[in-house]
């Protein structure tokens, strides 16, 4: 069973790209989702030290998404990013 953090305020967009299946579809470490302009949701793999069950944690940043993944691909992590169509 995967361990979700920070959920509970995933919004609309989010919850229309599924984004539980891209999740578990992809390999990458980190899914990052543009909502608007400079706001960023981050989806991050990872593990519970204590139990070693998967965790993914979300994260809301803001910034630019280009900044965003020049930073993590420099840190080593395979990121993906998920375009939504916002015309729905």
């Not at 989806?43 to 944690?57: A, F, G, N, R, V």
């Not at 998404?65 to 169509?85: D, H, Q, Y």
């Amino acid at each position: 069973m995967v361990k979700l953090v920070n959920w509970r305020r995933a919004t609309l967009t989010e919850q229309k790209l599924n984004i539980t299946s891209i999740l578990k579809r992809t390999s990458a470490d980190i899914v990052i989702i543009p909502l608007s302009h400079s706001k960023l949701v981050e989806y991050i793999k990872s593990t519970d030290l204590d139990t070693m069950e998967p965790l993914i944690i979300r994260l809301e940043k803001k910034g630019k998404l280009t900044r965003e993944l020049n930073k993590l691909k420099r840190e080593g992590f395979e990121v993906k990013v998920v375009l939504p169509n916002l015309d729905n």
